[in-house]
């Protein structure tokens, strides 16, 4: 049975869209999801299901999140090797000295195409960096990404793409919990 892990978008973020994972384990569980799983209260959410298609498993938790806690919440559905990816093609990581605490990952809903840099006003988010790569954006903070214009709404609007964002210490905990199933009781 393959397994998918639906990453949230903007939920339990200062008082915002508040989910609790307890609950929305059972939800999910409701409506034929097993092995339903979750990591810290971002959104992380991994399940077991028949159904193959990653679109839609997205759209069943969107459909149950919003007919249970009443949010519209965007729901990007990712694989083992959309993870390992990031560790793979991440050309940050060839940098020396990279300051990891400043990296992160947006994962978004369409792929975009080869020349979207060249058409991207990047003077705009500077001294931030971006990395194109399929349906994933690697990001470098300069700062943090609290002090910056590089952020989901920048993104969305210059992508026309939905996205949701992980710092790299994240994307190495789901990777390592896809790898060797041991997930931690954070439910």
Not at 3 to 28: C, E, F, P
Not at 142 to 158: C, G
Request: aromatic fraction near 8%.
């Amino acid at each position: 049975m393959p397994t998918h892990l639906a990453l949230l978008r903007g939920i339990n973020v200062s008082g915002h869209k508040m989910i609790n994972m307890q609950a929305l384990k059972k939800s999910l569980e409701n409506i034929g999801f097993t092995n339903v799983v979750t990591y810290i209260q971002s959104g992380n959410v991994f399940v077991d299901t028949e159904e193959e298609s990653p679109g839609k498993v997205g759209f069943l938790i969107k459909q149950e999140i919003f007919k249970q806690f009443g949010h519209d919440v965007p729901v990007i559905v990712i694989g083992k090797e959309d993870l390992q990816a990031c560790l793979d093609r991440n050309l940050f990581l060839n940098e020396e000295g990279v300051d990891l605490k400043k990296l992160y990952v947006s994962f978004i809903s369409s792929e975009l195409p080869e020349n979207m840099i060249t058409q991207l006003n990047l003077n705009f988010i500077k001294p931030d960096e971006i990395q194109l790569d399929g349906k994933r954006i690697y990001l470098k903070y300069d700062i943090s990404p609290a002090k910056t214009k590089l952020d989901n709404k920048w993104i969305e609007k210059s992508m026309n793409v939905i996205s949701t964002t992980r710092n790299w210490n994240t994307v190495n905990k789901l990777l390592e919990m896809f790898t060797d199933r041991s997930f931690p009781n954070n439910n």
